[in-house]
Nanobody, 125 residues
Framework: EVQLQASGGGLVQAGDSLKLSCAAA????????IGWFRQAPGKGREAISS????????YYADSVKGRFSISSDNAKNTVYLQMNSLKPEDTAVYYC??????????????????WGQGTLVTVSS
């Protein structure tokens, strides 16, 4: 059974940094792409970043490009999302996800079959 556990959320001020972690189990980690999504209050889920663990190719939404950085540690089966220069509009529940088609359309929810429970990030102004 594939399991993903996101952690690292919290309350920070605008301009601060935060690092999220996504620990994966039950899959051949190196063969998968892992994505990060977020859902702000009253809004739909937004794809923000993804990484292909076999070649470390990364992808970012325009809304976070230049501020967020995704990385993975294959030895720890963990993907990280380093978030810098946080803004109040980054406030959301952040989810990590994976699936066999995640490498095809990194920004489509439909490509992901397995989701973590989410971790809340709140950025105050």
């Amino acid at each position: 059974e594939v399991q993903l556990q996101a952690s690292g959320g919290g309350l920070v001020q605008a301009g601060d940094s935060l690092k999220l972690s996504c620990a994966a189990a039950g899959l051949v980690f190196h063969n998968h792409a892992i994505g990060w999504f977020r859902q702000a209050p009253g809004k739909g889920r937004e794809a923000i970043s993804s990484i292909r663990n076999w070649n470390q190719n990364t992808y970012y939404a325009d809304s976070v490009k230049g501020r967020f950085s995704i990385s993975s540690d294959n030895a720890k089966n963990t993907v990280y999302l380093q978030m810098n220069s946080l803004k109040p509009e980054d406030t959301a529940v952040y989810y990590c996800a994976t699936g066999p088609l995640a490498y095809v359309r990194w920004d489509s929810e439909e490509a992901y079959d397995y989701w973590g429970q989410g971790t809340l990030v709140t950025v105050s102004s």
